[in-house]
């Protein structure tokens, strides 16, 4: 499907969630898909270093875009730091309207909004990296989701401290 056809259909699902609801059910269940293995916050949340993961498409201009010509979509993910100027951040998804999201990134990586909890006491600290990615995944771009870029991103965040991940979609 061509990417024009893929932002009309963004925008028409947006419109009419029907429409979305049914394209869901259709695309089937993820039962399959091994849930991670989770663990008890080891620290309060205002001393928590908190990441982002974000399946909205936001990457830096300066790294590869996510590829839209497969309608799997694209598995790959992209190292964010904290710091990056919000600028130098774009949004490569065609299956999701992102209007608002290209007025203001915080929409769908709220790591400005992190900043915010931090000063206030509420939160640790912002991870010093995050974590972008696409969601609308399906069969060997899913697979490779799981297999790689999943492990990928846990060993970034290892690296980093990090206590906690907010996990955003687009």
């Known amino acids: 499907m061509s990417r024009w056809v893929n932002r009309l259909l963004s925008k028409v699902y947006t419109r009419v969630p029907a429409l979305s609801e049914r394209y869901g059910r259709r695309a089937g269940s993820f039962d399959d898909v091994p849930l991670p293995d989770l663990s008890v916050l080891r620290r309060p949340v205002h001393d928590a270093r ?5 399946a909205g498409g936001v990457h830096r201009a300066g790294q590869p875009p996510f590829a839209m010509q497969n309608p799997e979509g694209d598995g790959s993910w992209r190292s964010i730091p904290q710091d990056a100027p919000r600028q130098e951040l ?3 998804h065609d299956y999701y309207d992102h209007t608002a999201a290209d007025q203001d990134v915080n929409c769908v990586f709220p790591v400005d909004r992190l900043a915010e909890l931090a000063t206030a006491g509420m939160i640790g600290e912002p991870a010093p990296r995050h974590a972008g990615m696409m969601g ?5 771009q899913l697979a490779r989701l799981v297999d ?18 907010l996990a955003v979609p687009g």
């Open 148 to 165: 790689h870029s999943a492990g990928e991103i846990v060993s970034q965040f290892a690296d980093d401290a990090v206590d906690l991940v």
């Open 50 to 54: 908190i990441a982002v993961v974000t």
């Open 90 to 92: 774009v949004i490569t």
């Open 136 to 140: 609308h995944l399906s069969g060997a």
